[in-house]
């Protein structure tokens, strides 16, 4: 088993900039593929990015390439997005996710946390 728990969510305007945390604990960090995904109203929850558990291979939804950046601390069992240039149509729902392999399929995840709300108003 393995526990998530986002943090780092909030208001922020267009164009600013949002650290996401998720701190892991359980079985060993350094096992899984870490992923953030994210759920706005009304829509099914999208991969955003992804990192081998080395730290060298990262994944990126093409909608975020070049804003976001996916990072881990294998030290710290921490996987931080670092999302600049906002734009409103970021707002949703952040979760953070742990599995085996990466997949930009939701449902293949095993683990999640329960989410961190990112508003971005313009």
């Known amino acids: 088993q393995v526990q998530l728990v986002e943090s780092g969510g909030g208001l922020v305007q267009a164009g600013g900039s949002l650290r996401l945390s998720c701190a892991a604990s359980g079985r060993s960090f350094t096992s899984y593929v870490m992923g953030w995904f994210r759920q706005a109203p009304g829509k099914e929850r999208e991969f955003v990015a992804a990192?081998?558990?080395?730290?060298?291979?990262?994944n990126y939804a093409d909608s975020v390439k070049g804003r976001f950046t996916i990072s881990r601390d294998n030290v710290k069992n921490t996987v931080y997005l670092q999302m600049n240039s906002l734009k409103p149509e970021d707002t949703a729902v952040y979760y953070c996710?742990?599995?085996?392999?990466?997949?930009?399929?939701?449902?293949?995840?095993?683990?999640w946390g329960q989410g961190t709300q990112v508003t971005v108003s313009s």
């Open positions: 990192i081998h558990w080395s730290g060298i291979r990262t």
């Open positions: 996710a742990a599995d085996q392999v990466i997949t930009t399929i939701a449902p293949a995840w095993d683990y």
